[in-house]
Nanobody
């Protein structure tokens, strides 16, 4: 499975961005897909994840109510719609996938270590 994140950019606080994760590989439709981010000087953190069917989602507390994750299995793409952006959302955003990760997403307890495939990130900068 190969992943490529895109859609990042510079946006003012309160604005919106839509990130895309393009996936390739025969097993990607069986994978949960997650979005993670890493700000300068901070550890990588979970943002949102979606199960293989798109029925189940899981969000970090910081993302709930502002971000929405969705997927189109026919296109092998996963999206992260980010609204009401804040300066603290500034980070490099990565998408990741894994079959094992479905278990955590379905339970609402996404586990980072269960994502086996990682793409290169896309920079999101929110100016205040």
């Amino acid at each position: 499975v190969q992943l490529q994140a895109s859609g990042g950019g510079l946006v003012q606080a309160g604005g919106s961005l839509r990130l895309s994760c393009a996936a390739s590989g025969r097993t990607v439709s069986s994978c949960a897909v997650g979005w993670f981010r890493q700000a300068p000087g901070k550890e990588r953190e979970f943002v949102a994840a979606i199960g293989w069917s798109g029925t189940h989602t899981d969000y970090a507390a910081s993302a709930k109510g502002r971000f929405s994750i969705s997927r189109d299995n026919a296109k092998k793409e996963v999206y992260l719609q980010m609204n009401s952006l804040k300066s603290e959302d500034t980070a490099i955003y990565y998408c990741a996938a894994g079959v094992r990760a479905n278990r955590g997403v379905l339970a609402g307890t996404t586990i980072t270590d269960e994502f086996d495939y990682w793409g290169q990130g896309t920079q999101v900068t929110v100016s205040s």
